[in-house]
């Protein structure tokens, strides 16, 4: 811990071990000794808190370090928008009323910053962070709106043409608006598991569960264990009465664990137990 030159991936390993057991003060005082020498540090700092999501499974430690992590961000656009992309996770992990406000604010925050800083690529980010909390919040046309308006000042944005297409399948806007911006997102960044499973949510949305079986596999082939397309292939199964192989799928006991940690995946798997007959989570 007192070794000046150790690998900053090493020290966030060790300082969210210390959080994780309750030795949080001391994981703190290490990173300030850190700052005062290199500003720079400030970043992996407030990087804690996705760590602590997404490799412990700590949401209340993350909590509260993003609230120590406030002050570290002060009025920088950059560590603003860090904080901000580790609120929209834990709001996406919780699914709670405090931390999606929390996810808002913060994301509202970082574009704030952005723009008195004239920074257009630290707007942007700042700005598919709140289309992102938007969705979370149950809001998706207001999410369409914004990622549109990033493709519009930026056609080349892979991601915000993603969030338009998954916005747009969610606030049951026009599919062909969907299939259209995840078709464009593939043509810019090329086939990834975000990038098809987006366009498998449009061609499901647009009526035609064959083919959107087909891609939601094709995303499943990407990466086996992203639960997103693992629960967009049961969708695609129910829509043509395959009630069975739906069911085999979203009784995974792996998938209905990965489905806990994230919200919008917990509201699908709810509206597909209905439509598959099962009655409750232990079915």
Do not use: M
Request: charged share 30%.
């Amino acid at each position: 811990e007192g070794d000046p030159d150790v690998p900053p991936v090493l020290f966030r390993l060790y300082t969210a071990s210390l959080i994780t057991t309750g030795n949080a003060d001391v994981a703190a005082e290490l990173f300030q000794r850190r700052r005062d020498i290199d500003s720079r540090w400030a970043s992996h700092e407030i990087e804690i808190a996705r760590d602590l999501i997404a490799f412990h499974d700590a949401p209340d430690r993350a909590r509260t370090w993003l609230e120590r992590c406030r002050t570290v961000a002060g009025s920088n656009a950059d560590q603003l928008v860090r904080l901000a992309q580790a609120a929209v996770d834990l709001a996406d992990r919780t699914g709670q009323a405090d931390d999606l406000a929390h996810a808002l604010e913060l994301a509202t925050a970082s574009r704030d910053a952005a723009e008195r800083e004239s920074r257009t690529d630290a707007a942007s980010a700042a700005n598919l962070l709140l289309a992102q909390a938007h969705r979370l919040g149950g809001a998706p046309a207001e999410a369409a709106a914004i990622a549109r308006s990033l493709v519009e000042a930026d056609d080349t944005n892979a991601f915000a043409w993603v969030v338009l297409a998954l916005a747009s399948v969610e606030a049951d806007l026009d599919p062909s608006d969907a299939l259209a911006a995840s078709e464009r997102a593939i043509e810019i960044a090329g086939p990834s598991v975000l990038t098809v499973d987006a366009l498998a949510q449009a061609q499901l949305a647009a009526g035609d569960a064959e083919t959107a079986e087909q891609t939601f596999r094709r995303a499943v082939g990407i990466d086996a264990d992203a639960p997103a397309p693992r629960v967009g292939l049961a969708e695609a199964l129910a829509a043509q009465q395959r009630t069975g192989d739906a069911r085999r799928i979203i009784r995974d006991p792996l998938l209905r664990r990965d489905v806990e940690k994230h919200t919008l995946l917990q509201s699908r798997i709810e509206r597909l137990r209905k439509a598959t007959g099962l009655q409750s989570r232990s079915e």
